[in-house]
């Protein structure tokens, strides 16, 4: 019942920034907890952040208080701004649904776009 297309990745130098946009349709898109998550080469899919349909926000410690979530429910969007890139954050980054669950946990979503690449270079 939910599709999600993000967009905003590529390319950016260490310090700098990119904000992530990923766009959902479904008509109970403001019930549902929203999650990104990123996916480096090998390795299971990491927690970044997610906002629930009250507002409440959780972060992963490594991006907490540089990636920023947001959502905009009346146009269907959820946002990451990230600032201070590193090339650590090099990642598919990934936004997730999820009608109830755990916020952190990536196996507890229900919809998942095909993710969109960061490549933070030094």
């Known amino acids: 019942q939910v599709q999600l297309v993000e967009s905003g990745g590529g390319l950016v130098q260490a310090g700098g920034s990119l904000r992530l946009s990923c766009a959902a349709s479904g008509r109970t898109f403001s019930r549902y907890t929203m999650g990104w998550f990123r996916q480096y080469p090998g390795k299971e899919r990491e927690f970044v952040a997610a906002i629930g349909w009250s507002g409440s926000t959780y972060y992963a410690d490594s991006v907490k208080g540089r990636f920023p979530i947001s959502r905009d429910n009346a146009n269907n969007m959820v946002f990451l701004q990230m600032h201070s890139l590193k090339p650590e954050d090099t990642a598919v980054y990934s936004c997730?649904?999820?009608?109830?669950?755990?916020?952190?946990?990536?196996?507890?979503?229900?919809?998942w776009g095909q993710g969109t690449q960061v490549t933070v270079s030094a």
């Open positions: 997730a649904a999820m009608r109830t669950g755990t916020p952190n946990n990536a196996y507890e979503y229900d919809y």
